[in-house]
Nanobody, 118 residues
């Protein structure tokens, strides 16, 4: 059974680090994504990092709204993907979801709430 379990950890200066631990899948092959969603809106892709199953492993990409502030990384040995969130803004408030995709297989985490006060 595949599970993606998100967690978050507050850091200094208002930063936040999201982590997603994956079990039950060949993690290193999967492209890992972080999405976010606010009430009444569609889920938005925030950051992507390719896995070994892609033609360009470890390629990363970000939504324009988070470029220069968020950093995605992965540890294939630990089967984890992280999102370091710096310079947070109130508009970053959302539920953040971990997403794994490889070929026709894809899985979602349950989501973790991020709230940034103004």
């Amino acid at each position: 059974q595949v599970q993606l379990v998100e967690s978050n950890l507050a850091g200094p200066g208002g930063s936040l680090r999201l982590s997603c631990a994956a079990t039950g899948l060949l993690f290193r092959f999967y492209t890992m994504n972080w999405h976010r969603q606010t009430p009444g809106n569609q889920r938005e892709l925030v950051a992507t990092i390719h896995g070994d199953g892609a033609h360009d492993p470890n390629y990363v990409n970000y939504a324009d709204s988070v470029k220069g502030r968020f950093t995605i990384s992965r540890n294939n040995t630990k089967a984890t993907v992280s999102l370091q969130m710096d310079s947070l803004r109130p508009e970053d408030t959302a539920i953040y979801y971990c997403h794994a995709k490889y070929g026709s297989s894809e899985y979602w985490g349950q989501g973790t709430q991020v709230t940034v006060s103004s």
